[in-house]
C-alpha cells in the first residue's frame, strides 16, 4: 500500500500537475496549492535538486550506519516509543541473556561476561545495569541480587539466575531465560503487527484519497474557468 501511494504520488507530480498548471495559467487564474505543490516537486526532480538531495541524504544515513551511531540512534528512538519500547528492550534483554550464557558456557568469568555484556548493549539501562552487576560480583555479591532490584528484570529471571548461582547451572538457567524471553518477543511482535497493519493502512489509504480528492477538486474546478 505505501508503495502504491509513492507511485501515484510520483505519477501525478510528473505527468498531471504539469498538465493542470498550464490550464490554470493560460486564463490567468492562481494555481490550486496541491497543483502548485506538484509542480514544485516534478521541476525539483528534473533539475536535478530533488535527487541530489535524495543521494546525499542516502549517503549519509549510510555514513552514520557504518559508524554505528544512526543504529545506537535508532534503538534509543526506538526504547522511547509508546508500545514499542518495552519490545525493544525485551529483545535487547534476551539477545544479551543468550549472549552471556554462551561466554559463561565457554568458561569466561562471570563479572568479565557481565561486563563485556554491558559494553556491548544498546540500550543504555540495560547496559548500566550489567555494568552494577559486573561491580557486584567482583565485591563479592550475588548477581540476583543486584537483578532483582531493577524494574527492567521480570522477577522469575532474578529467581532463575539465583537458582542457577546456587545450584552452579547458571548456563543452563541463563538458556532458559533467553529462550522465554525470546518467545515473549515473539508474541508481543504479533501483536503489535496486528495493530499497525490496520493503523498503516488507514494513514496511508486516507492521504491517499486526500490527494485524490483535491485533484478532482482542481480539474472539476477547471469547468469552471469558462466563466
Known sequence: LVAAGIVLLGLMAIFLAPRLESVFLSVNRPTPPVIAAFTAIEGAWRSGVLPL???????????????????????????????????????????????????IHAGITLPDAFSRIADANRDPQLGLLFQHVAEALVAGDRAHIVLAGNRAIPPIMAELVRVGEETNTLSDMLETIAVTLELDVERKVQRLMALLTPMLTLVVGGGVAFLVVSIMGAILSINDLAF
Open 53 to 103: 538531495a535524495l543521494g546525499v541524504c542516502v549517503a549519509l544515513c549510510a555514513v552514520l550506519w557504518r559508524s554505528g551511531v544512526a543504529s545506537t540512534l535508532g534503538a534509543g528512538l526506538m526504547a522511547r516509543a509508546p508500545g514499542v519500547g518495552r519490545v525493544v528492550q525485551s529483545g535487547e534483554l534476551a539477545t544479551a541473556i543468550r549472549s552471556l550464557a554462551v561466554m
